[in-house]
């Protein structure tokens, strides 16, 4: 992973508002029928209804929230859930206050 993949990732308002939301999933999205919105994720169906995008668009914007580690994917049956990746979240926070 390279700091290109991280600043491709930033830098598209609907991928900021994914990381904002899988945040604090119980607060942005229904319950879902399978899978903890905490434990397993948020359902990329669920995601794209809220952004008011096709699954195929998602997809795309996930798949560059995956490659920068920002997320984790699980698959549930047929479904793919998304979680944060809170490890890799705050090793790029310390990361960049430390050389600020």
Not at 52 to 57: D, E, F, K, Q
Request: aromatic content about 8%; charged content about 30%; glycine content about 6%.
């Amino acid at each position: 992973m390279q700091d290109v993949d991280i600043l491709k990732a930033f830098a598209n308002d609907r991928r900021l508002m994914i990381l904002e939301w899988l945040k604090q999933p119980r607060e942005h999205f229904p319950p879902q029928v399978d899978g903890d919105l905490v434990e397993d994720g948020v359902c990329a169906v669920l995601i794209a209804e809220k952004l008011g995008i096709t699954p195929a668009t998602l997809s795309e914007h996930m798949r560059i929230l995956v490659q920068a580690e920002l997320v984790h994917g699980k698959r549930i049956k047929q479904w793919i859930f998304y979680r944060r990746n809170e490890e890799r979240i705050a090793g790029l926070k310390q990361g960049l206050f430390a050389s600020l």
